[in-house]
């Protein structure tokens, strides 16, 4: 886990002194070592977090001489072992153990599509030192973030994070409009490839970006889950089922120990993190270290579930450590996680995310992580509606959706932004649409499931992961984002992955792991109630960035409104139990710290 840079530039010399400012606005994603490298039109930086090889060899940017190739890498490739020695059967030699280096010979096998074999989390750029072309690519499920934006006429440029490429100078920081409005619709969510930021684009998941000497640009989707029924699989059983699913996880939890570090696990206490450490524990990982964090109680809701987490631990026996935060400490902490987002999150546990990982990279390098197993096992409230849409109604479909999904409707979004800002276009409402539409989901059921996953997964609870854990230099690992898992689970009827009040299939799977009372209990979520229930310091703060001078230039929001939700800012929650003041108060203080704050300095 790593964080990369670089620039391709067609139309002059490529610019290193950017490149060396995007590599060090990653430092934190990388702390071991660094490195530049440039050849005319391409520069690429790195900074490293040394997982797998933890010599010099391990290092990048890494060049083969003998192949003319040029790679900068982020992430893990668990079947590394496997690849190189399919690739030393085929006569290539190896000066590293690394994973990168699979890779980079991987790519001279099978050109662009290496990414075919590659089981794992990445995101890479790939240059060929005779033709000038570069490969950009990014993991199937989005795991690792790939960023890219125009740097004048004749370059481009890429990074591992938003604020690194506003690092590198020139970029167009001005808000795009229907950015902002899935921003204030759908949960924050912004799909790819637009960001909140004009100039700004990422690469989708399951995509590669060719770019050629000349500058022509060709982007290809190499893999999507598809929703529907399997033949081979139309006689299964629950039980077939069930047994598969802790099959195919077992696989994935396995897979995720590839490394020259220890791993360990986060353990809130829910039923995914606890299977996956009743899992670690199956494949003899005796003495795990297992994290769980937990908050003040505010508004009379509970801030731990440590009484949950503690079950697991006693019953696997791990090395159980307990972070109680109270709100001395979270607000401080605040600004950091700001600074770690790489784009706006308004979930109020990414500073829960943060804090956790700051207390975990103390004791390891690696943890497992339980983010996907709602959105890929129908864990959510808003799925089993879904069920009741009108055949082949995709219109029917997305009403059911965004009723429980979306934080308002277009006019509201429109009433609460200033008339610049206002679009007549439901732009949200019709990129759902537009997917509920796309072929390879059977029922309205399963295109709610595969825009979850294909989407909504990526850029929230994964961005969320990614970002947090990388502020403080923690590779997090995510089982149930395993593309075959995901692949396996997209076939299986909706039906049995809504039973028992959601994930159905994956209760049943984990019944032969770990205890009744953590698969049975009540559904929770990762709480921080200080961010759902503004008062005090943290309300103040939301106040200070909403009536700052920047924020007033900017004019985003309707005085009027805002006014109106201060007189009582708990006053109403969005669906799913966010804070609407506290969604803008985010907003403007993330864009205070990244694109105020970069134009100052």
Not at 341 to 370: I, N, T
Not at 454 to 476: Q, S
Not at 518 to 547: C, E, M, N, Q, T
């Amino acid at each position: 886990m790593c964080g990369i840079a670089g620039e391709i530039a067609w139309r002059r010399g490529a610019d290193l002194a950017a490149v060396a400012a995007m590599t060090d606005r990653l430092a934190s994603r990388g702390p071991d070592s660094s490195g530049l490298w440039v050849r005319d039109g391409v520069a690429l930086g790195h900074r490293r977090l040394a997982i797998i090889d933890l010599s010099s060899h391990g290092h990048q940017p890494m060049h083969d001489p003998e192949l003319g190739l040029t790679v900068v890498f982020n992430g893990c490739i668990y079947n590394y072992p496997q690849l190189r020695k399919e690739l030393s059967g085929k006569g290539y030699r190896f000066f590293s153990h690394s994973d990168t280096e699979v890779v980079l010979k991987g790519y001279q096998e099978w050109g662009e599509r290496v990414v075919e074999h590659l089981y794992g989390m990445f995101a890479f750029a790939v240059a060929e030192i005779e033709t000038g072309r570069v490969l950009l690519a990014r993991d199937r499920l989005g795991v690792k973030p790939l960023y890219w934006c125009e740097a004048g006429e004749g370059a481009l440029r890429f990074a591992s994070s938003l604020p690194a490429l506003v690092a590198g100078g020139g970029v167009d920081t001005e808000l795009d409009p229907v950015a902002l409005q899935h921003y204030l619709s759908f949960h924050s969510v912004v799909p790819a490839p637009r960001t909140i930021l004009r100039g700004v684009q990422k690469l989708p998941p399951g995509t590669i970006m060719r770019i050629e000497r000349d500058g022509k640009r060709t982007e290809k989707t190499y893999w999507e889950p598809i929703f529907e029924r399997s033949p081979e699989r139309a006689d299964w059983t629950e039980n077939d089922w069930r047994d598969a699913v802790l099959a195919a996880l077992r696989t994935a939890v396995e897979r995720r120990l590839v490394a020259d570090v220890p791993v360990g696990c986060l353990l809130s206490g829910g039923l995914d993190s606890s299977l996956i450490v009743g899992l670690l524990a199956e494949a003899g990982q005796h003495g795990l270290a297992t994290f769980s964090i937990g908050f003040e109680a505010a508004g009379g809701e509970e801030g731990d579930e440590f009484k949950y987490s503690d079950v697991i631990a006693r019953q696997f026996d791990t090395d159980h450590h307990q972070i109680r935060v109270d709100s001395s400490r979270m607000l401080p902490a605040l600004s950091g996680a700001i600074d770690a987002m790489s784009e706006p999150m308004m979930s109020h546990d990414c500073v829960a995310f943060y804090l956790l990982s700051q207390e975990v990279s103390q004791h390891v390098k690696v943890v497992q992580s339980g983010q996907g197993a709602d959105e890929i096992f129908a864990g959510y409230h808003w799925y089993p509606p879904m069920a009741g849409a009108v055949d082949n109604d995709p219109a029917d479909a997305l009403q059911r959706y965004r009723s429980a999904f979306f934080d308002r409707s277009h006019d509201a979004v429109n009433r609460l932004l200033q008339p610049r800002w206002q679009l007549e276009r439901d732009s949200a409402g019709a990129f759902v649409l537009q997917n509920f539409t796309h072929p390879g989901a059977a029922t309205a059921t399963d295109r709610a499931l595969r825009l979850d996953t294909t989407v909504m997964l990526v850029d929230d609870p994964v961005k969320r992961v990614d970002n947090m854990t990388m502020a403080w230099g923690l590779e997090g690992r995510v089982p149930f984002l395993d593309h075959e898992l995901v692949e396996l689970a997209a076939t299986c009827p909706p039906e049995f992955k809504t039973a028992q009040g959601g994930k159905g299939v994956l209760k049943d799977a984990a019944r032969k792991v770990i205890p009744a009372e953590v698969i049975d209990r009540p559904k929770g979520y990762f709480p921080v109630p200080a961010l759902k229930h503004l008062a005090g310091p943290y309300l103040d703060l939301v106040r200070d960035a909403l009536h700052s001078r920047p924020a007033r230039d900017r004019g985003l929001f309707a005085p009027e409104v805002v006014t109106e939700m201060f007189r009582d800012p708990n006053g109403s929650l969005t669906p799913l139990r966010g804070n609407p003041l506290w969604q803008i108060g985010l907003l403007e203080l993330w864009l205070a710290q990244h694109v105020d704050g970069a134009a100052r300095s």
